[in-house]
């Protein structure tokens, strides 16, 4: 008899990084501990047979369950329409970072107008990982010469306050750096509209960037707000 696919992810399960993912995941849940090469690889396989037949019975008890699903959802051959359906299904599903970010993948040249469209409610949601979805989707994707100007417009926009947004769209606009410094320097400088906590984020991120420079780390240092906020006057006395 072939184990089932829970007994098949028992088998590849590593305590020791159970405990170490599980400090680095809040909100998780159970979890066993299979590392993400090794649920890449077995959503694969599950891409290549009845996938469909898969996620109407997938069971959502442990994180590496729920994470596979969307891995599969992302491997899945299908047209774009049929890809979004199972994606509105999952998304509400998740409730941790790590599932967000490992569910959103490289799209297909077909999926990609499909599924900006798909992603522009999720931007304003009020579910902290569907915004966050919604932002990672967009900066794996659409960090382009074609949606530079309205991603940026989009992410200045979001008011949600919840710490995994604000880490997402301030990552969002460290790619946009990466890819597009001039234009993305320009809309930091004029009156940017994103708040203080997320702006700072953002100028902390394209700093850590290797792809950085030292000087345009040491001009967006400068940029920080809150250093400019807090920095009290002084008073000079000359002899």
């Not at 028992?10 to 979890?31: C, E, H, I, Q, V």
């Amino acid at each position: 008899m072939e184990p089932t696919l829970r007994e098949r992810l028992f088998a590849m399960a590593d305590p020791r990084y159970r405990d170490f993912s599980a400090s680095l995941t809040p909100g998780a849940g159970k979890m066993i501990g299979v590392r993400i090469p090794q649920l890449r690889a077995l959503a694969r396989e599950i891409a290549r047979g009845d996938w469909r037949a898969w996620l109407e019975q997938a069971d959502d008890e442990y994180f590496e369950e729920k994470m596979l699903q969307g891995l599969t959802i992302g491997y899945a051959k299908c047209p774009p329409e049929e890809k979004l359906r199972h994606t509105a299904r999952y998304v509400p599903k998740i409730d941790n970072w790590a599932l967000c970010d490992c569910f959103c993948w490289r799209l297909r040249a077909a999926e990609r107008g499909p599924m900006w469209e798909f992603i522009q409610p999720y931007f304003a949601s009020p579910r902290e990982y569907e915004v966050r979805f919604a932002v990672v989707m967009a900066l794996g994707n659409f960090v382009d010469e074609e949606h530079i100007d309205r991603l940026l417009a989009i992410c200045g926009a979001i008011r949600h306050e919840g710490y995994y947004v604000c880490m997402g769209v301030a990552w969002a606009v460290s790619v946009c750096y990466v890819k597009f410094p001039e234009r993305t320097q320009r809309w930091l400088e004029r009156e940017c509209p994103l708040p203080d906590r997320t702006y700072d984020k953002a100028l902390q991120k394209i700093v850590e960037s290797l792809r950085v420079s030292d000087a345009d780390k040491a001009t967006i240092r400068a940029m920080k707000r809150r250093t400019r906020q807090a920095a009290p006057e002084r008073t000079v006395f000359r002899k």
